[in-house]
Structures are given as structure tokens and as C-alpha cells.
């Protein structure tokens, strides 16, 4: 791996921002220019990702870097564990785009909400390519002041508050990881992320300190990545458009918070230093906890957007678990599950977005008979229900499948328990509504929904019908090059020699 | 080329103001535009000068000190210019539509905008203890004068209040002049730092001097005159008092403290002035939330964010001086932008009630934008200027192990984030009655889209100052006080 | 007793009355008054400790004692007119009461 200084890590930043800048300059009207916009933006920022994956690949780390503050510069480094994000970002992203378009379709002000939506983008972008923790802070920060517009987009009462209490914790929680950036600065300078840790390079003794600095950061991290008792904004965040639910759930958000995780135990403190500091076991701990614990709450919701988010809760922490246990194959679990959980869970989103907004089916006890009616959309979501339980050959198993068999290696076999309760709990909330849709009969009535044109039911449908596909692809041609599986590996040999 | 760069910037404003006032009518704005105009040109040789290590120096018609009067300029004092002269031309932009020169209001408002802009770079190019006296008693009146400009009752008694007070306040810090040419024997600011020693005379000089500009800055719980004057004040004549006016006392002070001797009075006094800081932000940040107008509530936030200059006194590092510096450039400029956004607002919506901001997000965008973006500097959330200056006050406090000030300029911000979210989840909230009342003439709009493009010019620099703030932190480290190591 | 001392006891008790009568007095021309007297005790206090030197009277501090009322003067002027200016407009010769800030 040789670094070059490149301008793609920021040409593929700011495209999304230049595009979001427009299409809010743009104005309301001008609705055809601006879905061309957004969707242009898309595809260009999914080719330039490719672009970036193949030097990559080629063993060309490309580095953009300029000075932000003294000491740190604004530091975005395309490895291939930025790619692995970035990928999965430019992709949903297009997909979600398309839905958006389709979803949004009669609400007001939608400039502005494709404008945040890029912006938001942005963000997540420059996340996956930050290469020191304070370029990862900037991100941070602009996604949560990203994300908030399209939480409250609506500007009702419930949206409000719920971007109130969104704000109360990822601001809370950035206050504290921006006081443990500056404890580690003042106790180790200017750390960029290098493979394996750059903390451990230094051997320092004060292992307090770097367990508080530590604890500090994966609360700011936790936050967004919902770790319990971190996760309660998420929920309530459920009142957002579907498309913005779908984006937090899958790419954004909660998954720019564990993909920090990951940042912060295999790049900055590194899994022999996080080992030996204890944290690794406190982590998998916390991960494990939130991964029971989410499920239980996920089986008390009616509501099928909460039962959702409460999943995502759940699922989510298999990433943290499988970086906290340590060790190659469980390293490899986590970072695909990284992948995994983004394309089954945006399924799951589409599909609940599709029902609410065709057929007004927004309970779980509403879902009875619907694959009568929607066929497509009941079997993406079913794909994607039963790939996350972790049925063969889905993406879900596979990640299951390296968590389970990472644990067993290093010694940690309780994780295994950890496993199969989630498995039967996610059963346990993801079978019932899949054979409501598909083994009920239909009711006469359903309680509402609109019937918009064909191309809008198409712009909703198929993006669930690719990302189910996808569900599909990832699990079945895991062993083939260049699929998550095989990136996640290439990357552990990087991160576990 | 650097001594006239010096005249320039005070005689080009002020010889505006006199000649405006004896010009015809339609040749005010050309001259109001011609004597703006001169400002960055007279900054370009003296950045460049004092960038290269000079100190330029100007003894004022020729007469050397101590009768005669000389300016001197430093990285700090070309750091102060440049941002009242970024400040100045893009709130004289918003006033070029709020008070068109050709008109009545205009005709009574430039000559004093003027006068308050030349006795600024005044008072920042001053060397000498009683010229600073002037000098910020000019900035006092003009100011006065300008609160008061539109004749509105409640304005005016604002303005009265802060008469009434700003002049005690320069009483006293006559008074401490007296005491400190009375051990020294000049005036000098420099001089005096030079020969200043500790002592109960010393000690009361400067608690009497600290008090007067304390008064002057509205650090709480001095801070009585400052909401209802800044609240009550036009838009344009609010953004340049919270953005300059109010910093010019505080310039004095730190330059008193640093230079000229003050910090003589020890530790205890400047762990004092660390205290009333950190209360100014606790409790103006508190207070800024339970407001319900909204010119009150950004007024109450300036007093918030004054208190992080004060933590300087405490903290007398060479990271603590570059991080207030920039944090006073940063506020600067989000802070005049928040004041021109909200004056916007308040005109469009007919009301400072903060709930008719309800909606006014899909209706006013671009000054809920420039609100909002000024709004990411003031919580000092990246990127923005306002995160570098928090960043480095935090770096700057845990190095000298001040844990209780970064607990403080940690809950600070949070306390911010809660105010200026209030006001922006309004303008996202749906409007409580459609529509409001019909939008004027032609001509009136197009003076309103002046006025927001000058509040969202200034909020964008707010934000760029936060990704581009290499130059400007080097050209403060070259200003670091005598004694104070990098 | 010097004459030192006599001027500066002068000095602190006229500046004393003039905080007084600043914080107490309720109209504003009698604010106003208490200002000037609070002016006038700064500069006698100028001249005391400042004003002589052992070669002889120092021109520096009569300067500024010049100066110092010019813009006493001025700052006067300017208060009283603002002053007749917000009472023309409001009525009112007084800062007491509420501003209508709740």
C-alpha cells in the first residue's frame, strides 16, 4: 500500500455537497431538473467510489490532506476499509434516491429535504474516508446537523420533539467524544488511523487515560450507533419519511456510529491495545447486551416501523461484537455485517414505507394477507426478514456465521449463546409478520393509502426488489471475489496479520 | 505607504461622516460607498507590513510621545482591523437596504456609522492609555446615537441606560489612568507595562480600570444595559455592537492585562475574571433560552459568549491567547450575521415574538439559513470558525489542567446548541395561520433580498473562517504578548 | 493635613456622592448632574496626584484634564438632548419601571 496524494477523496465529497447546495438553490418548482440533479449526482458518486476502489485495489491509498487546525490536519485517506463504507453508502444512496423521489412525491418542501438528503450524504461520505478521528468528528457532527432537517421535515408536534431528543443525545454524546479527542491529543498529538492502532505503536503507560479517553469516544460513537442505553432517540426518530428511516438505519447514521466503533478499536487504539486494556471484553459485553436487549424491546412494539427500529438497535451491535471480540474471523464477521445489515434493513424500510404509503398499513397487526396485494414488496421484505434471522444462503448468515465461528476461535464461546438468543428472538419477531403477509387472508378493507401513479409505485417498489436481490447476492456468492465477504477479508489480513 | 494605510483607516470614515453632512442628499450613498471602499485597500500594505515583523508606528502629526499621540500596530491590532473592516462593509451592505442613504432614516443613520467605524480603528490603533479613553468614549456615543437613530421609545431608553452606564464606566477607568500615570509618569501603554510594579496601588488602578471596562463589555453581572440595547437596536447597529463595540473594551482590557502591566495584580484577580467569565456563560446562556423574543435571545448569547474571552485571564497561555483571539474574530462575524438574520426575520414576520417564527423556514429560507449556519459557529460545531476557537480553548484549558473550564466551555455550547435549536426548530415547525400579510412592492423587495444576502455572506464566513483558519491563527501567534511562549 | 490629602479627601467624597446620586437619583438630568460630579472629582484626583512634578506643574496632566472635560462637555450635551428627545417621544424624564421585556 503505497499513499498518493490524490484529489478523488474529496472530488467524491464534495460532489454530493455541490449537488445538495443546488438542488436547495434550486427552489421548489423546478422538480424535473432536480430529480435529474439527484439522481446524476448519484451515479457519478457511485462511479467515482468504483474509481477509487480499483486503485485501491491496485495498492494505491489515495490522501487528500489540508490543515484544519493546528496539529490536525483535515485528513480524507480512501484504504480499503473507507471503500467497504463507501461503497455501501453510494450504492443505497442511489437506490434510496430513487425511492425518495417516488416517496416524497406529495410533501412540501422538497428542495430543502433533497438538499439535507445530499448534504447528509456528504457527510457519510466523508466519513468513510476520514483518515484521522477529528476529520471523523467534522463528519460526525455535519451528519447529525444533516440528518436533523429530515427528522423533523414534516414540522409537526411528534417530529419536533423527536428531533429535539435526537439532538439532546448526539449532541450530548459529541460533547464528551470532542473532550476525549482533545485528552488524546494532549496525551499522544496528532494520531492518524493506521492499520492495527496507532496508539499501540506508542506503548504508553497510562492505561487510565486511555481507558477514560476511550470510554469517552465510544459514548460520542454509541450514540449514534444506538447502544444500549444510548439507542432511546431512535425509536423516536421513527416519525421521519420512510427514505430518511431507511438512509439513518442502513447507511447513515447508525451505521457512521459503528463503523466509528470499528475506526476507533482497529485504528486508533488497535486490537491488542483494546485487548489489553480490557475494553475489548467491555465492548463485546455492552455489544451483546444491546443485541439481546434490542430484541426483547423489538418483540413488545405493534407498530412495524418501531419493531424495525428496534431491530436496527439490535443488529446494528453484531458490527461493535464482532470488532470487540478481536481476532480475524470475527473481525471479518463484523465488517461485513457492516454491509449485511445496510442492504437487508433498507429493504425493510422501503417495504414498510410502501405499505404505509399505499395501502395505510402501519401496524404489525395490519400486515395480515398483504402479499395478496403487494406481492413484490411482501417478498423483498420476507427476503430480507428471514436473511436477518440468519437464514441460509442470505447475507445474515454469513455474518452470523464468521461472528460465531471469530468467537469459538479466540476462546469466547459465550458469544455463541449470545448468537443463537438473538437468532430465536429475531424468529421470534420477524417470522409472525412474515407469515401474516403471506398465510392470512386479506380483510376487506385496508385502513387507508393513496394510488399514486404507476411510475411512483414502480420508483417504490423496485429499489426494495435490487437491495432484497443484493440480500440475496451477497449471501450466495459470498465466495466469490469481490463480494463484501471477500473485501472483508482482504482488509482483516490488513488489520490482523 | 503603511503610514497612510494607518490615516486611512480613520480619517477616510470619518472624513465620509463630515462630508455627508454638508453634501446633497443623492451624493450620500457614494460617499457612504467611496469611504468603505478605501478600508481593505489601507489593510492590504499593513497585514503585508506587520505579517513581515514590523511594528508600524505613526506618531500623530509629528509629536512623539509622551505629548504627542502615536499608533502603533501589532498582529493583534491588524487582527482587530480586519475583522471590523470584514464586518463593517458586509453589515454596511445590509444597512445600504435598512437605511438607504438618500432617505431621512439614512441621512440621520451613515454619518453616525462612520464616525462609530473611525473611532473603532481608533481605538485599535491606539497605543496610550488616555487616547484609549477617548476613543472608547466616542465608540460609546456613537454607539448611543445609533440605538437610538430610528426614535423608537423602548429604543431609546435602552440607549439611555447604556449612556448613563458607559460613562460611569469610563469615569472609572479615568480614574485608574490617573493612578497609573501617577506611578509611572506616562501614558504609554507600553511604557507603563514596562515600569508597573505590583502593589496596592497597582492593584486598585487596575480593579478600577477592569471594573469600567467590564461595564463597558457586559460581563455579567455587569451586563444589565446590554440585552435591551442590543435587543432594541436596528438590525445592522446590533450586529456591529455585539460584533465589535462590545469587543473593543474587552481588546483594552486584555491589552491592559498583557502589555501594559495588569497582570500585575495577580492570580487571584485573574482567576476572578476567569470566574465572571465562565458565570456569563452559564447564566447569559440560560437566560438566552427562557427568552421569548428573538433579538433578546442573541442578544443574551453575545453575553454568553463574551465569557469565553474572559477565560484568557485565567488560563495566560500562548493557546489560550490564539484560541480567544480567533474566538473573538469567529464570534464576530456569526454573531453580526445572527443579528442581521433575526433583524430580517423580525421585519418579514412583523413580530420578534419567537412563535411566529412558526414556519418561517419554507417562507424566509435564506435568513433561517443564515441564522442557522451562524448558528453551527456559535454552538462551535464543525466545520465553523466557532469549533476552531472551541477547539483550541479546549486544548489551551486541559494544558494548563483547567478541568472546571472545560467542563464549562463544554456545557456552554451544549446550552447554546439549546438556544439557537429552539429558534431553528420554530422555522421548521408548521405555520400556526396561513398567510401572512402580502408582500410589498417591487422595490421593497429587492432591498429585502440585499438585506439577506448580507446576513448569509457573513454566516457562509462564519463557516469557510472554520476550514480556512491557517492563515489567520499564524498572523495571531505573531501578535503572543511579551513573555507569553509559543 | 497636606493640601495633597485635603484634595484627594475632596475627590473620594465628590466621586462618592456622585455614584450615590447615579444610583439613587430617578430623573435623568439629576443622573446627569451626578455624572459630571463623579467627572469633576476624577479630574481634581488628576491634577493631585499627577499635576505636579518636582520641576513644576506637569503640562501633560493639564492637558488631559482639558481634554477630559471637553468631552464631559460633549457627552453632556449629547445625553441631555437624548434626553429631551425620549421625553418628547415617551413622556417620561425616568429609566424606573418596566421596559415590556417578559
Given at each position: ?497 | ?82 475583522l471590523?473592516?470584514a464586518v463593517v462593509l458586509l453589515v454596511s451592505l445590509h444597512a445600504?437596504?435598512s ?131 442590543h435587543?432594541?437596536?436596528?438590525g445592522p447597529?446590533s450586529a456591529v455592537l455585539s460584533a465589535l ?49 428573538l433579538k433578546?435571545l442573541v442578544a443574551?448569547s453575545t453575553?454568553?459568549q ?23 474574530v469567529a464570534h464576530g462575524i456569526a454573531k453580526a450575521a445572527m443579528f442581521l438574520a433575526a433583524a430580517n426575520l423580525l ?17 424566509h429560507?435564506l435568513d433561517v439559513l443564515a441564522f442557522a449556519l451562524a448558528g453551527v459557529s456559535i454552538m462551535?460545531?464543525?466545520?465553523s470558525g466557532g ?33 439557537v435549536?429552539?429558534v431553528v ?25 440585499l438585506t439577506s444576502v448580507a446576513a448569509l455572506l457573513l454566516a457562509a464566513l462564519a463557516i469557510v473562517l472554520g ?20 | ?102
Amino acid at each position: 500500500m503505497t499513499e498518493v496524494v490524490h484529489p478523488l477523496p474529496i472530488v467524491v465529497v464534495l460532489v454530493s455537497l455541490l449537488a445538495g447546495l443546488a438542488i436547495a438553490a434550486l427552489g421548489e418548482r423546478r422538480q424535473r431538473l432536480r430529480t435529474v440533479l439527484n439522481l446524476t449526482a448519484a451515479v457519478l458518486k457511485l462511479g467515482l467510489v468504483l474509481w477509487i476502489a480499483l486503485l485501491v485495489m491496485d495498492g494505491v491509498v489515495p490522501v487528500f490532506r489540508f490543515p484544519l487546525v493546528p496539529g490536525f490536519d483535515l485528513l480524507l485517506r480512501a484504504d480499503s476499509l473507507s471503500i467497504l463504507f463507501a461503497s455501501l453508502s453510494a450504492v443505497l444512496w442511489l437506490v434510496t434516491t430513487v425511492y425518495a423521489i417516488a416517496y416524497m412525491e406529495h410533501y412540501d418542501n422538497r428542495a430543502r429535504f433533497f438538499g439535507f438528503f445530499s448534504i447528509c450524504v456528504t457527510a457519510t461520505m466523508g466519513i468513510a474516508m476520514a483518515g484521522n478521528l477529528l476529520t471523523f468528528f467534522v463528519f460526525y457532527e455535519l451528519l447529525t446537523l444533516a440528518t436533523w432537517p429530515l427528522v423533523v421535515h414534516t414540522g409537526s408536534r411528534a417530529a419536533l420533539r423527536a428531533g429535539r431528543t435526537y439532538l439532546r443525545f448526539t449532541l450530548g454524546g459529541s460533547a464528551l467524544f470532542l473532550v476525549g479527542l482533545i485528552w488524546l491529543y494532549a496525551l499522544a498529538g496528532t494520531q492518524d488511523f493506521i492499520a492495527g492502532g496507532s496508539l499501540g505503536l506508542l506503548e504508553l503507560d497510562a492505561h487510565a487515560s486511555l481507558r477514560a479517553i476511550f470510554v469517552l469516544i465510544a459514548i460520542g460513537m454509541g450514540v449514534k450507533a444506538a447502544l444500549v442505553p444510548l439507542h432511546a432517540w431512535l425509536p423516536t426518530a421513527m416519525v421521519a419519511p420512510a427514505p430518511v428511516s431507511a438512509l439513518l438505519h442502513a447507511v447513515a447514521v447508525v451505521k457512521a456510529g459503528a463503523f466509528g466503533l470499528v475506526r476507533l478499536v482497529a485504528d486508533v487504539f488497535g486490537g491488542g491495545l483494546t485487548a489489553e486494556l480490557g475494553l475489548g471484553l467491555a465492548l463485546a459485553i455492552a455489544a451483546s447486551f444491546t443485541i439481546v436487549y434490542g430484541s426483547v424491546l423489538a418483540l413488545g412494539q405493534s407498530d412495524l416501523k418501531r419493531r424495525l427500529a428496534y431491530s436496527t438497535v439490535s443488529q446494528v451491535s453484531y458490527i461493535a461484537l464482532g470488532i470487540a471480540i478481536g481476532g480475524p474471523i470475527a473481525t471479518v464477521g463484523g465488517m461485513v455485517h457492516l454491509v449485511h445489515q445496510g442492504v437487508m434493513k433498507i429493504t425493510m424500510f422501503f417495504c414498510a414505507g410502501t405499505f404505509a404509503t399505499l395501502l395505510g398499513v402501519t401496524r404489525i397487526d395490519e400486515l395480515d394477507g398483504l402479499a395478496r396485494r403487494l406481492p413484490w414488496s411482501a417478498a423483498a421484505f420476507s427476503v430480507a426478514a428471514l436473511g436477518m434471522i440468519g437464514l441460509p444462503p442470505m447475507a445474515g448468515f454469513v455474518s452470523k456465521w464468521y461472528l460465531g465461528a471469530g468467537a469459538v476461535a479466540v476462546g469466547q464461546t459465550w458469544v455463541v449463546a449470545v448468537l443463537v438468543a438473538s437468532t430465536l428472538l429475531n424468529a421470534a419477531y420477524f417470522l409472525p409478520l412474515v407469515s401474516r403477509m403471506w398465510l392470512r387472508p386479506a380483510p376487506d378493507r385496508w385502513p387507508g393509502g393513496s394510488q399514486p401513479s404507476a411510475w411512483v409505485t414502480a420508483g417504490m417498489v423496485v429499489p426494495a426488489l435490487v437491495t432484497a436481490g443484493l440480500t440475496i447476492a451477497f449471501g450466495v456468492l459470498a465466495g466469490s471475489t469481490l463480494s463484501p465477504l471477500d473485501w472483508a477479508i482482504a482488509i482483516a489480513r490488513e488489520y490482523v496479520p | 505607504m503603511t503610514t497612510e494605510a494607518l490615516t486611512l483607516l480613520v480619517f477616510a470614515p470619518l472624513a465620509g461622516a463630515l462630508v455627508m453632512v454638508v453634501a446633497p442628499r443623492r451624493a450620500a450613498a457614494p460617499i457612504a460607498v467611496l469611504s468603505l471602499l478605501t478600508l481593505p485597500p489601507a489593510l492590504v500594505p499593513l497585514t503585508r507590513a506587520v505579517r513581515a515583523g514590523e511594528l508600524v508606528q505613526l506618531p500623530l502629526a509629528g509629536f512623539a510621545a509622551p505629548l504627542g499621540i502615536v499608533w502603533r500596530v501589532d498582529a493583534l491590532a491588524v487582527t482587530m482591523l480586519l475583522l471590523s473592516v470584514a464586518v463593517v462593509l458586509l453589515v454596511s451592505l445590509h444597512a445600504l437596504a435598512s437605511f438607504p442613504p438618500e432617505r431621512e432614516s439614512g441621512q440621520r443613520f451613515w454619518p453616525l456609522w462612520l464616525i462609530l467605524v473611525s473611532s473603532l480603528h481608533a481605538l485599535f490603533l491606539s497605543a496610550d492609555l488616555f487616547n484609549l479613553y477617548v476613543t472608547l468614549e466616542l465608540v460609546t456615543l456613537a454607539g448611543v446615537a445609533l440605538i437610538a437613530v430610528r426614535g423608537e421609545p423602548a429604543a431609546m431608553r435602552a440607549a439611555m441606560r447604556y449612556l448613563l452606564l458607559g460613562l460611569m464606566a469610563s469615569l472609572f477607568y479615568l480614574l485608574a489612568t490617573a493612578l497609573l500615570y501617577g506611578q509611572t509618569g506616562t501614558l504609554d501603554l507600553y511604557l507603563v507595562g514596562e515600569r508597573l510594579e505590583a502593589g496596592g496601588l497597582t492593584a486598585i488602578a487596575v480593579a478600577l480600570m477592569a471594573t469600567g471596562l467590564l461595564l463597558k463589555a457586559a460581563i455579567v453581572p455587569l451586563h444589565v444595559w446590554l440585552p435591551a440595547a442590543h435587543g432594541k437596536a436596528p438590525g445592522p447597529v446590533s450586529a456591529v455592537l455585539s460584533a465589535l463595540v462590545v469587543k473593543a473594551a474587552l481588546y483594552i482590557l486584555i491589552r491592559l492585562w498583557f502589555w501594559g502591566g495588569g497582570g500585575q495584580a495577580g492570580e487571584h484577580a485573574a482567576l476572578l475574571l476567569g470566574v465572571l467569565g465562565a458565570l456569563a456563560i452559564l447564566y447569559a446562556s440560560a437566560a438566552a433560552i427562557a427568552q421569548r423574543r428573538l433579538k433578546m435571545l442573541v442578544a443574551y448569547s453575545t453575553l454568553a459568549q463574551l465569557g469565553y474571552v474572559m477565560l484568557l485571564f485565567p488560563l495566560a497561555s500562548a493557546g489560550a491567547y490564539r484560541a480567544v483571539v480567533f474566538h473573538v474574530v469567529a464570534h464576530g462575524i456569526a454573531k453580526a450575521a445572527m443579528f442581521l438574520a433575526a433583524a430580517n426575520l423580525l421585519r418579514a414576520l412583523g413580530s420578534e415574538r419567537l412563535q411566529r417564527l412558526a414556519g418561517a423556514g419554507s417562507r424566509h429560507g435564506l435568513d433561517v439559513l443564515a441564522f442557522a449556519l451562524a448558528g453551527v459557529s456559535i454552538m462551535g460545531l464543525p466545520p465553523s470558525g466557532g469549533f476552531v476557537a472551541k477547539w483550541l480553548l479546549l486544548a489551551a484549558a486541559w494544558q494548563e489542567r483547567g478541568w472546571a473550564w472545560v467542563v464549562v466551555i463544554s456545557v456552554g455550547s451544549l446550552l447554546a446548541a439549546v438556544y439557537v435549536f429552539r429558534v431553528v426548530s420554530l422555522a421548521f415547525a408548521q405555520p400556526l395561520r396561513e398567510p401572512e400579510r402580502a408582500a410589498s412592492a417591487g422595490e421593497e423587495q429587492g432591498r429585502a433580498q440585499l438585506t439577506s444576502v448580507a446576513a448569509l455572506l457573513l454566516a457562509a464566513l462564519a463557516i469557510v473562517l472554520g476550514l480556512a483558519s491557517a492563515p489567520l491563527i499564524a498572523l495571531i501567534d505573531q501578535g503572543l504578548p511579551p513573555g507569553m511562549l509559543r | 493635613m497636606t493640601s495633597t490629602t485635603v484634595y484627594l479627601l475632596a475627590a473620594s467624597a465628590v466621586f462618592g456622592i456622585g455614584v450615590y446620586g447615579l444610583i439613587v437619583a430617578d430623573h435623568i438630568l439629576r443622573k446627569l448632574l451626578a455624572l459630571n460630579m463623579m467627572g469633576s472629582a476624577v479630574f481634581v484626583f488628576i491634577l493631585t496626584v499627577a499635576g505636579v512634578t518636582p520641576e513644576g506643574p506637569d503640562p501633560l496632566a493639564q492637558a488631559l484634564v482639558l481634554t477630559g472635560i471637553v468631552i464631559a462637555v460633549a457627552a453632556t450635551a449629547f445625553a441631555l438632548a437624548l434626553m429631551v428627545r425620549m421625553f418628547q417621544e415617551t413622556g417620561l424624564t425616568s429609566l424606573q419601571g418596566h421596559d415590556g421585556d417578559d
